[in-house]
């Protein structure tokens, strides 16, 4: 799978990308990111990418011409563009498995105060927001994108069990973990951990799913069979 990435900080993801699964899945070539910087698709010396927004207002817009450019060169037959923005649609569970699967991802990081529109209207495919509050830009969303959807390429995860039982997989969050020791400070892990009995765990945790859902989100369980 490929990603660009179009932002006007790429050193805010030079680490981020480098480490931990992200970094491993790169070495492994099951993940190809390219960081690009906008500002080399200007064509003025002062490398201009925003100007005053028409009809006036706070801050500044992105010009057309270097994301134009810029996806113009990058995009392949069948990518999907995405400019991750706060009026854009949720981010999910189901829509990291999604773009998981395709071949080729442009993600458009938004700054000051947004891009012309004409850009959305002519060459963005999809508009993505992780959440209801607003960054100083969207680089910090890309990363969130890049990070879930990247969970579900195969080869990527240690352990491909964690994604049938993590939070949001059945729109249920997750179940209490516990490691060694047993018992620390007095506080003992539940005795049914203990014994083994596979079925009853299940069922243990299941049933803490039920009860943190529907006292965290209890929304989600208007959405569970």
């Not at 004409?118 to 969207?138: H, K, M, P, W």
């Not at 352990?159 to 249920?172: A, H, I, V, W």
Request: charge should be negative; include cysteine; charged fraction near 25%.
């Amino acid at each position: 799978m490929r990603i660009d990435v179009l932002t006007l900080f790429p050193a805010m993801l030079d680490g981020f990308l480098s480490e931990s699964m992200l970094g491993r899945a790169r070495e492994a070539d099951r993940l190809r990111i390219c960081v690009h910087n906008l500002r080399d698709w200007t064509t003025d010396k002062h490398k201009t990418t925003d100007d005053r927004p028409f009809g006036g207002g706070a801050g500044m817009v992105m010009k057309c011409e270097p994301v134009f450019a810029a996806i113009e060169q990058l995009q392949t037959s069948g990518c999907r563009r995405i400019y991750l923005t706060p009026d854009g649609e949720p981010f999910s569970c189901a829509l990291a498995k999604e773009l998981s699967q395709q071949q080729h991802l442009i993600l458009l990081s938004g700054h000051y105060e947004g891009i012309d529109q004409r850009i959305r209207d002519a060459i963005i495919d999809q508009e993505i927001s992780i959440g209801d509050y607003v960054l100083t830009n969207g680089t910090l969303a890309a990363a969130v994108v890049i990070d879930a959807l990247a969970r579900f390429i195969p080869g990527v995860l240690g352990d491909e069990k964690s994604l049938t039982s993590e939070s949001f997989t059945r729109n249920l969050l997750d179940f209490p973990q516990y490691t060694r020791p047993a018992v620390f400070r007095g506080l003992s892990v539940p005795e049914v951990l203990l014994t083994g009995h596979h079925g009853e765990i299940e069922k243990w945790r299941h049933a803490r799913q039920l009860e943190k859902t529907d006292k965290v989100r209890p929304d989600l369980l208007k959405k569970t069979p």
